[in-house]
Nanobody
Framework: VQLQASGGGLAQSGRSLRLSCAVSGSIVSINGMGWYRQAPGKQRDWVATITRDGITNYNDFVKGRFTISRNNAENTVYLQMENLKPEDTAVYYC???????????????WGKGTQVTVSS
């Protein structure tokens, strides 16, 4: 199973970016999916999560600005980031709980991360 994130880059404060993360490999189904971020010198924080049924949850520091969504048919999760702030600068990681056909057990997988840099 592989997670490939894309869409990061440089943006000015107040602008928008959209991250995507595609899950590929041997998959029976994908349960929860989410985005996390890690700024230099800081621990990894969760940003937003979404269940298979589309129930979302957001960390307070992105509520009202970021929107997580997913396309179950394409095994992809998105993060639409609006009104970006310099403090949003971090490496963003996608996460998926994937059910494998080998074990039919759910396991957590992580993407390699994509850099988001917001300038003031």
């Amino acid at each position: 199973v592989q997670l490939q994130a894309s869409g990061g880059g440089l943006a000015q404060s107040g602008r928008s970016l959209r991250l995507s993360c595609a899950v590929s490999g041997s998959i029976v189904s994908i349960n929860g999916m989410g985005w996390y971020r890690q700024a230099p010198g800081k621990q990894r924080d969760w940003v937003a999560t979404i269940t298979r049924d589309g129930i979302t949850n957001y960390n307070d520091f992105v509520k009202g600005r970021f929107t997580i969504s997913r396309n179950n048919a394409e095994n992809t999760v998105y993060l639409q980031m609006e009104n970006l702030k310099p403090e949003d600068t971090a490496v963003y990681y996608c996460n998926a709980e994937v059910v494998s056909p080998m074990t039919f057990a759910a396991m957590d997988y992580w993407g390699k991360g994509t850099q988001v840099t917001v300038s003031s």
